[in-house]
């Protein structure tokens, strides 16, 4: 297990113990971490997981493929360090990772 700080806009704090190779949206969503919707069930085709990762942990989470952008793109709310957590699996290097969620998903 991996533990991730899911951070609402709020700043509401949610630590969980994601399995490692599970994506941090299906952790959100399987802990009910309010901010994470997962409407498309982790295919890169909704958006509504979108979050921001700290600079500090870009590295440990990948690169974005082509499918996330183009949905990032559709954000509102997107930043240069938005990423769907559906495109993240959990990690052992993950441990204690923070990812913050924007106010809104639509």
Known sequence: MVKIIYVEHNGARHEVNVPEGENLMEGA?????????????????????????????QAVTGERSEQEDAMIELADTAKPNSRLACQIKASAAMEGMELHMPATQH
């Open 29 to 57: 969503v399987q802990n009910n971490v309010p901010g994470i919707d997962g409407d498309c069930g982790g295919n890169a085709a909704c958006a509504t997981c979108h979050c921001y990762i700290p600079s500090e942990w």
